[in-house]
């Protein structure tokens, strides 16, 4: 069975940084792609950021040259370095690896 734990989330004053942590079990996770996702009160869930087997990247148009995702294969580990902290990025973030598979999220508020 699939489990994927997020972990690192919570307050931030803007202008802060978080790094985001999942880590992946039951899965061989070195050859599947995995994202990082975000929905906030009231709004949809939207991608923010994806990373292939081989480390590509894409970032969703709002984060993109503040956020970061890399991964560690030998850890099972995707990370989501945020830098730059709005209020606008407060949201539960998922994780997701490319089966659908889902975390169970991890608060991230940006407040002062």
């Known amino acids: 069975q699939v489990q994927l734990v997020e972990s690192g989330g919570g307050l931030v004053q803007p202008g802060g940084s978080l790094r985001l942590s999942c880590v992946a079990s039951g899965l061989d996770f070195s050859r599947v792609a995995m994202a990082w996702f975000r929905q906030a009160p009231g709004k949809e869930r939207e991608l923010v950021a994806a990373?292939?087997?081989?480390?590509?990247?894409n970032y969703g148009a709002s984060v993109k040259g503040r956020f970061a995702i890399s991964r560690d294969n030998a850890k099972n580990t995707v990370y989501l370095q945020m830098n730059s902290l709005r209020p606008e990025d407060t949201a539960v973030y998922y994780c997701m690896d490319e089966n659908e598979n889902w975390g169970q999220g991890t608060q991230v508020t940006v407040s002062s």
């Open positions: 990373i292939t087997t081989v480390s590509n990247t």
